[in-house]
Structure formats: structure tokens, C-alpha cells
């Protein structure tokens, strides 16, 4: 199917970008890779009367570190972000995730910011931000420019805090120090499909126990989630494959997945069980390869 007819607005700057959203009302869309928005499009599943193309806005793409975060621009494109040796070596949570993402072509075009603006539940990104405790910077023109944390950001099935006159201008992450930590574990019916399940942690180990546990899981639900149960047993503990298994059974005992085509909530609930072990087990390794 081709699109409804829309308005096309290229603009050179997040000003231009925030004024032409704020003129066109809740009937707008921003435009980044594409690579969600032009299939809803094609499907007539969003029908923008404006689509605003943040291609040609230098300003939003970009990669820094310094005061202690790794601070991602919005359109910076997924390959960047995994090709990156800066975000490798602040995030490697990040730059492990990214490969799981689509396939090479979806990663040329498609954008970070795209990725946590469209919030698919069974979407690595969010699970990654939501774990790491991601901070959001928005920008709207009348309203100018607000952050807002992964907790609030994501608030359920493809809906964030981005309110209909906002950009997603960056996101920031806490760089990994020593003894830390990270890892992510999905499993997908073919390599860059997007996953049945998923886990993705970060933990700090300093004199043999664990210090920092953080935890999220991946389309168990309309938006990721946060396993805060699980992360208060692995804190003051030592890492063991008892503990590992006991934090698992909490992170998923009381999920309640939905069910589609690929998987019961059964499957889910034993597969993202599996993977929150293997992903804690590998975060180990690697925080004490890093001590
Ligand atoms: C075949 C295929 C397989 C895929 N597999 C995976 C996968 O395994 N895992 C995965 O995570 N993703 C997957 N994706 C999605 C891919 O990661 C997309 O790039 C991503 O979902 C959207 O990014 P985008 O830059 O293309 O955003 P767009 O498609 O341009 O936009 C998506 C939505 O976000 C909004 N938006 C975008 N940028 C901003 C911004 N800066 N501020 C405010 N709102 C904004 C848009 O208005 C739109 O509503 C797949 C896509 C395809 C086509």
C-alpha cells in the first residue's frame, strides 16, 4: 500500500524542526530512519496530515563522553552507535546490544533516539536504557527543553513521555567503571528478528560481592521492566549459579507475558528466566575481568 497524501517539511535546525512541530499541531510526525514510521505509513496504521524529517538537523546526531556519562544525539544511526569505540569502551552494554537490532540495512538507516522514541516492547533499546537508568533530554519550542528518566519514559505498549510537540534530542548513560559488568541475552526465531524474550544487566562487584545489580527484561510485557526484586538479592551478595537461578525465578515468577504466534507466556516466563542466568553469569565474568 502507498501512504495518504502528507505534508513534507525538511528543516536545517532543532529550531526550525521545533517550530515546524509546534505549527502542525498532534497531527505531525517527526521523521528519523524511517525504518518504523514509513511501514506504518505504507499500512496506513499513522496517518500524519505533516511529516517533519530531522535528517538535515546536524545537531541531533553525534556521540560525547564527559562527567561521567555517554551522551548519544537522537538521529545518531544504530550502525554509528555500533561501530563506536567510545561507546564500546563506556557502555559495552550499548554496543553489545546493537548488533542484535534488525539487520545491517535497518541499522544504516535507523536511529538510537528512533529506537527508544518508538518503544516496541520486544526492542533491545529500551530494555538497555530502562536498566541503566538512562536520562532523556526533550525539546519542545514553547516549552523549551526537559530531561525525564528511563523509569518515567516509557509508559506502556509503543507510548513514551515525548509529548506531541517534542523532539527526543539525547540520551545519557552512566559509564561503566571498574569492576562492572555488563551483558545482554536474547532469543530470537532467526538472527535479526526481533526477540521472543530478552535480558539485559549491568553489574558492579567490588571485594567479592556484588555492589550495584541492575536488571530489565525485554517483551515480557507492553513496555520493558525493570526486576527490582531480583536486583535487591544479587545487591550484598556473593555471585554464585545458586544465586543466579533464585534471582531469575524472582525476576520472572510473576510476569505476565502476552501470548502471539511465537510464544505462550509459559515460554516466555522459562526462556527469560534462562537468559536473565546467562546474562547475569556473563555481567560476572566480565566485572571481574575488569576489577
Ligand atoms: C525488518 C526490521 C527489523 C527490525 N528489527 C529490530 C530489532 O530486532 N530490534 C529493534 O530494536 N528494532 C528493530 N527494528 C526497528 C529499527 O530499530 C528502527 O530503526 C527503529 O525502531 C526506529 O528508528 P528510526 O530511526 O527508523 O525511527 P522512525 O521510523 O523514523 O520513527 C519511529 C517513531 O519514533 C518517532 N521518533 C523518531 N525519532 C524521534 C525523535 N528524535 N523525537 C521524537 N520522536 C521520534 C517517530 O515519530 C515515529 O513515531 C527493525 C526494523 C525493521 C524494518
Redesign the pocket.
Known sequence: MKPPPFEYVAPKTLDEALAALADAGEDA????????????LSLRL?RPTVVID?NGVAD?SGISVGDGLLRIG??TR?RAVERSPEVAAAVPLIAEAMP????VA??S???????L??A?P?????AVALALDAVFT?ASRDRGERTVGAAEFFEGFFTTA?QPD????SVSFPIAGDGTGQAIEEV?RRH????MVGAATSLTISGGTISDARLALLNVDEKPVRAGEAEAMLVGAAPSADLFARAAEAATRDLEPSSDLHATPAYRRKVGSVCVRRALQRATERAEANA
Do not use: C, N
Open positions: 510526525k517527526v521523521m528519523a530512519g524511517g525504518q518504523s514510521l514509513i511501514p506504518l499513522a530531522l541531533l537522537a538521529t544504530h542484535l537490532i534488525g539487520h535497518i541499522r538507516r535507523g536511529t538510537f533516539g528512533g529506537s522514541a518508538h516496541d520486544a526492542a533491545e533499546l529500551p526533550m515525548i517534542e523532539i527526543l534530542t530470537a535479526g528478528d526481533y526477540a
